[in-house]
Nanobody, 127 residues
Framework: QVLLVESGGGLVQAGGSLRLSCAAS????????MGWFRQAPGKEREFVAA????????SHTDFVKGRFTISRDNAKNTVYLQMNSLKLEDTANYYC????????????????????WGQGTQVTVSS
């Protein structure tokens, strides 16, 4: 059974930082491309960042470029999202997800490509 568990969310002031973690189990982690998505109340889920199986391929959506960084540690079966310069509009529930069938350097931003999802961790940015 694949299990993805996010952690690291919380309440932070605008301009602050948080580091999200997603611990994976029940899968060969190095075989999975990983992604972070978020969903704010009343809005659709949106792509935030993705990383390839080997960590060399990365993509960040425009509204987080220069502020958020995705990374992974295959030895620890964990993917991270470092979030700096947080803004009020970053408030959302953040989910990690795992996708299979991609080459070692490939990534995907399409949520339909992700087979397994975590339960999410809430990030709230206050003024």
């Amino acid at each position: 059974q694949v299990l993805l568990v996010e952690s690291g969310g919380g309440l932070v002031q605008a301009g602050g930082s948080l580091r999200l973690s997603c611990a994976a189990s029940g899968l060969t982690f190095s075989s999975a491309a990983m992604g972070w998505f978020r969903q704010a109340p009343g809005k659709e889920r949106e792509f935030v960042a993705a990383i390839s199986r080997n960590g060399y391929g990365k993509s960040h959506t425009d509204f987080v470029k220069g502020r958020f960084t995705i990374s992974r540690d295959n030895a620890k079966n964990t993917v991270y999202l470092q979030m700096n310069s947080l803004k009020l509009e970053d408030t959302a529930n953040y989910y990690c997800a795992a996708a299979f069938g991609f080459s070692t350097s490939s990534i995907t931003s399409r949520d339909v490509d992700y087979r397994h999802w975590g339960q999410g961790t809430q990030v709230t940015v206050s003024s």
